[in-house]
């Protein structure tokens, strides 16, 4: 039973646009989140956290925001550029160093 | 530089066979975990391990073995008994604190011959 759920597993986006992504959750024990960018055949990259005790965290162009009472996180990716074309992971975990991913949102920016 | 080294890049598996893919890490982690991707799918976690000579079953554990016998090396054992074996093989690892992230190696495509 998937703890993490990523809809709408393809995004395309033009160059310089705002790049939405949407992430769900069911436990309520989770209390940090975190998402992952990931290119073909390499490990995912660390992009950004939040705990549950914010709903808001920016860094640089990623901000995410988080809804407690809705389990729904999101990625805004503010000016998307074509580096950006990626699959971005949701993950969460409630303080047992276990994480838990979604499926990922296959992101393609387009120049 | 620091960082999560897995090797191989590739590795095939004949019907039957056992293959060990290599994970070593100089980053000083207590923690190191083993996850699978496939297509179109997350990260499942197999096993993890946050302490020397100590590890833990993950979600999908049937069919692999592990040994933490180092601080810096975790092998994950592919065993026959592993029936559906390809898939990307993920190594990753932290200082094992409390809500913390992962540092991961480039991973192993492992394939059936």
């Known amino acids: 039973d998937q703890q993490v759920k990523q809809n709408s597993p393809s995004l395309s986006v033009q160059e310089g646009r705002i790049s939405i992504l949407n992430c769900d959750y069911t436990n309520s024990m989770f209390d940090y989140f975190l998402w992952y960018k990931k290119y073909p055949a390499e490990g995912p990259t660390f992009l950004i956290s939040i705990s549950s005790i914010k709903d808001k965290n920016e860094d640089g162009r990623f901000t995410v925001f988080l809804n407690k009472s809705a389990k729904h996180l999101s990625l805004h990716i503010v000016p998307s550029q074509p580096g950006d074309s990626a699959v971005y992971f949701c993950a969460a975990s409630g303080g047992n160093n276990r994480l838990a991913f979604g499926k990922g949102n296959q992101v393609v920016v387009i120049p | 530089d620091g960082g999560i080294t897995q090797s191989p890049k590739y590795l095939f598996r004949k019907e039957g066979q056992n293959v060990t893919l290599s994970c070593e890490q100089n980053?000083?982690?207590?923690?190191m975990y083993w996850y699978r991707q496939d297509p179109g799918q997350g990260l499942r976690l197999i096993y993890y391990?946050?302490?020397?000579?100590?590890?833990q079953k993950g979600d999908i554990a049937e069919g692999y073995s592990v040994s933490r016998e180092k601080k810096e090396s975790f092998p994950l054992t592919v065993t026959s008994a592993q029936k559906n074996p390809t898939a990307f093989y993920l190594c990753a690892s932290s200082f094992g604190q409390i809500n913390e992230k992962l540092f991961f190696g480039s991973g192993t495509q492992l394939s059936v011959l």
């Open positions: 980053l000083n982690h207590d923690a």
């Open positions: 391990s946050q302490i020397v000579n100590d590890f």
